[in-house]
């Protein structure tokens, strides 16, 4: 399940991430910002044609884009200025321009720039996806984004059908030029929405530990990983709380047989 949603991040914010592999991140940031070749050839005219990117040959391609770098670091600025682009706002690292580590002091993530770019407002994005996490920042950066990636991924496993939404929005669509059919998206939702959760240790969770910005959010992270992880170390407490018309038979069953690796879990 983790996997399943980190696909998703992949498909459809691919241009702000560098976890693609194989295909050019100057070719992903073209293709997705829509800018027209002779855009780039007026900027840019030393730029590697791109009718010779060939799929499956893509380091050829990669061997001359960072050439023309080297040797034209003026087109490169002028690329970057370029409207389509410039709108993207790419991590300047990302794209091989500055070294890791040195990037500008400033919040970025693939989900919010994709919010922000689209020019939705706070209201529209609250009334098409009410849980949807906002960034909260501070003096560590770094871990500003770790925080909030975890709450978007979160989001999306626990509020499946709010992701569907904000996918689909009209603003958000014409920001993200590589899905032009929408989306949809089966998956657990209400009180199954727990399983779908990774616990990442065996220590009880606590509402401390959740901060995205969205309370809302956070009461439902917190209700959900306390849940799980009730399922996961003590089960019998588990039938309890949340199954209560169950627990007798589940008590039953562990006493009768507590050998059963499923009734310990």
Known sequence: MKNYYLILVVLFVFIFSTVQAGVDKWVALIEFSGVKAVEIEKVCPHFPSMDKYIPGKEDEFTEKRLKWMDKYPQEVESFLKLDAIRKLNPSLSDLGIQAEGTERNVFEHPYWNWVQASGISREELQSVAAHFPLPKHSHDIQNDVKVYDDAVMDWMRLFPLELRGLMNDPK??????????????????????????????????????????????????????????????????????????????????????????????
């Open 172 to 265: 958000l669509l014409a920001v993200n030029r590589g899905l032009t059919k929408g989306f949809d998206l089966v998956a657990p939702v209400g009180s199954d929405a727990f399983r779908s959760l990774i616990l990442a240790s065996s220590k009880k969770p606590e509402a401390i530990q959740f901060d995205s910005g969205n309370s809302e959010l956070d009461k439902v992270r917190f209700e959900m990983y306390t849940k799980a992880w009730y399922y996961n170390f003590d089960k019998l407490e588990f039938y309890r709380i949340y199954q209560p018309e169950q627990f007798e038979e589940y008590k039953q069953a562990v006493e009768t047989n507590p050998s059963k690796p499923d009734y310990n879990k």
